[in-house]
């Protein structure tokens, strides 16, 4: 038998089985909608594997000290899923909400009166 007809066959095999590898770890799927956390902003869309997704917080609302903000995308037993996040957004105790004036509030009603 030819040897270079031998080593074409096993590195096709090779190749096939690299590919069968790939494909069953989950390297062609997507993440499903990002899981949605309290006060975060929301994010529509599918993330590939092995990418990492940061939550924030909406305004007013600060991470949690010691809690990680980021999760990830990953294969695991061929199905496409988000790592677990203990991530929270807590009230900002820094945050001061732009407050509204009794002389805004009436111009505001006099010109929708016209």
Not at 15 to 24: F, G, K, Q
Not at 38 to 63: A, H, M, S, W
Not at 68 to 81: H, M, T, W
């Amino acid at each position: 038998m030819d040897p270079h007809r031998i080593y074409a066959s096993a590195w096709v095999i090779v190749v096939y089985l690299l590919r069968a590898t790939r494909s069953s770890s989950g390297a062609n799927c997507k993440c499903p909608k990002i899981p949605q956390k309290e006060f975060t902003l929301p994010e529509d869309g599918f993330f590939d594997i092995n990418k990492t997704y940061r939550y924030r917080c909406i305004q007013g609302y600060v991470r949690k000290a010691g809690e990680s903000n980021f999760i990830k995308c990953e294969g695991i037993n061929g199905v496409c899923q988000w790592t677990r996040s203990r991530f929270k957004c807590i009230p900002d105790p820094k945050y001061k909400p732009q407050p509204t004036t009794t002389s805004s509030l009436v111009m505001r009603s006099l010109c929708c009166l016209q």
